[in-house]
Nanobody
Framework: QVQLVDSGGGLVQAGGSLRLSCAAS??????????MGWFRQAPGKEREFVAT????????YYSDSVKARFTISRDNAKNTVYLQMNSLKPEDTAVYYC?????????????????????WGQGTQVTVSS
């Protein structure tokens, strides 16, 4: 049974930073064989893509709204993915979810849609005050 556990959320002032973690577990589950992504969902809005790192080569891709402020990284040995969030804005307030998907992408292609992921964490709340 695969489990993704999101943590690290909290309340922070605008301009501050947070680091989210996603710890994966499962008898044979290794994030090294999965694309790992972060999504977020604000109240009343649809879940939106934030960032992803491909399993093949570790290339990363970000949404325009977080590019240059957020950094996604993975530690395959620890089976953990991180999202470092800097220069946070009130509009970053949302529940953040990590996700794992196993399809192959190459070149300019990245999994940016929720239906391209199979496993999901439970979410962690990030609130940015102005």
């Amino acid at each position: 049974q695969v489990q993704l556990v999101d943590s690290g959320g909290g309340l922070v002032q605008a301009g501050g930073s947070l680091r989210l973690s996603c710890a994966a577990s499962g008898r044979t589950f290794s994030i090294g064989r999965f694309n790992m992504g972060w999504f977020r969902q604000a109240p009343g809005k649809e879940r939106e893509f934030v960032a992803t790192t491909r399993w093949n080569g570790g290339s990363v891709y970000y949404s325009d709204s977080v590019k240059a402020r957020f950094t996604i990284s993975r530690d395959n040995a620890k089976n953990t993915v991180y999202l470092q969030m800097n220069s946070l804005k009130p509009e970053d307030t949302a529940v953040y979810y990590c996700a794992a998907g196993g399809k192959f992408y190459s070149g300019p292609n990245y999994p940016v849609h929720a239906n391209e992921y199979t496993y999901w964490g439970q979410g962690t709340q990030v609130t940015v005050s102005s």
